[in-house]
């Protein structure tokens, strides 16, 4: 009887444990499971092609004469491919906008070996000291890839590429550099400064400074005010009409 006892303590211990890292594994994999990127496509009545990669969007953004992407992916192979059936060259990509230095965003950039890739000055600072808190452990440019082809961006700076205004506007919060993108003053990349959950923006589920992430949701409210579409890289896009603004 007394062993009988013990075995059953053991299951019920077993159980337990199993149902205790069940619950974990739900709380820390919940948000990724929720996230909806945009599929691959055309964006409806733009120049911008949306390309699904793994958890997250890519966006390609065609002028007359050039290419701008607006990061570059998790999975350079899937990308890769996926820019082949599109007939997208990534060799006539000159600018690769990035909104911030995680490595779900940065793998590809051997991809675009004849662009600019940008990035902001303050994310710049957190690949240069190696910073640990990152999706994929200690924070680096991919293999091969050099920091000299980084193009540091200020807050307020402007671009002009082929004739496109780009607006760079700091969007900390996710992380402490990131930078949304307001192109042709009609589309608001953010990258993950935000997420889109039915008809409203809030946070990123991982966001590491959040005193300053309540601010950019305020910017970023005042920018859609006048802008076209929001568009974000795990989930999707949307028309600012469709959005209640605060
Ligand atoms: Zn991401």
């Known amino acids: 009887m007394r062993v009988k006892g013990k075995n059953k303590m053991i299951i019920w211990i077993i159980i337990g444990s199993a149902a205790i890292a069940a619950i974990a594994a739900l ?39 050039s290419i701008i992407a607006v990061d570059s992916g998790s999975n350079m192979g899937n990308l890769e491919n996926a820019l082949a059936e599109l007939t997208i060259d990534p060799l006539e990509v000159s600018h690769v906008l ?53 193009a540091e961006l200020k807050d307020g700076q402007e671009l002009s590429v082929d004739g496109l205004s780009i607006t760079c506007i700091k969007t900390p919060g996710h992380t402490i550099g990131s930078m949304s993108f307001l192109v042709d003053k009609a589309y608001l990349f953010t990258g993950d400064a935000i997420r889109i959950k039915g008809d409203a923006i809030s946070l990123h589920p991982f966001t590491r400074e959040k005193e300053q992430a309540a601010s950019t949701i305020d910017r970023l409210h005042e920018l859609m005010k006048e802008c076209q579409i929001v568009l974000t890289a795990h989930y999707g896009y949307r028309q600012t009409e469709d959005i209640i603004i605060g």
């Open 98 to 150: 990035l909104t911030h230095s995680d490595s779900d965003h940065i793998n590809g950039l051997n991809l675009f070996a004849n662009a600019a890739v940008c990035i902001s000055e303050d994310e710049m600072q957190l690949l240069a000291i190696g910073d640990q808190n990152n999706s994929s452990g200690r924070r680096s440019l991919p293999d091969g890839f050099g920091s000299a082809r980084l």
């Open 27 to 65: 709380i820390i994999f919940y948000p990724m499971l929720s996230m909806k990127p945009a599929e691959t496509g055309e964006v409806p009545g733009t120049d911008i092609t949306a390309v699904r990669n793994g958890g997250n969007t890519v966006f390609f953004i065609k002028t007359d004469n």
